[in-house]
Nanobody, 118 residues
Framework: QVQLVESGGGLVQPGGSLRLSCVAS????????MSWYRQAPGKQRELVAD?????NYVESVKGRFTITRDNAKNTVYLQMNSLKPEDTAVYYC??????????????WGQGTQVTVSS
């Protein structure tokens, strides 16, 4: 079993920055990919950024958000700059793992609230 712990959310003014972190712990053989999703009130959850051997971003955050990972710490980060009110949402960490016995699995964090408001 793998546990994900997110941190770094909060209230920030438009134009400000936040850095989200997600640490994966437990029985981990290999992490294949790590992602950040978000869900705003009344909207579906959407993929914000993904990192495997490459990175991918939803169009609305390109140039403002940066996803990175520290493999030694099993941690993924999301640096969010030039935040806008429309970035307000609960942000969720997603991790895909591989284990030679149990195969591929997917795990979700508990979510961290990001609110962009003046």
């Amino acid at each position: 079993q793998v546990q994900l712990v997110e941190s770094g959310g909060g209230l920030v003014q438009p134009g400000g920055s936040l850095r989200l972190s997600c640490v994966a712990s437990g029985s981990i053989f290999r992490i294949n990919g790590m992602s950040w999703y978000r869900q705003a009130p009344g909207k579906q959850r959407e993929l914000v950024a993904d990192i495997t051997s490459t990175t991918n971003y939803v169009e609305s955050v390109k140039g403002r958000f940066t996803i990175t990972r520290d493999n030694a710490k099993n941690t993924v980060y999301l640096q969010m700059n030039s935040l806008k009110p429309e970035d307000t949402a609960v942000y969720y960490c997603n991790v895909r793992t591989y284990d030679p016995v149990f195969g591929t699995k997917e795990y979700w964090g508990q979510g961290t609230q990001v609110t962009v408001s003046s």
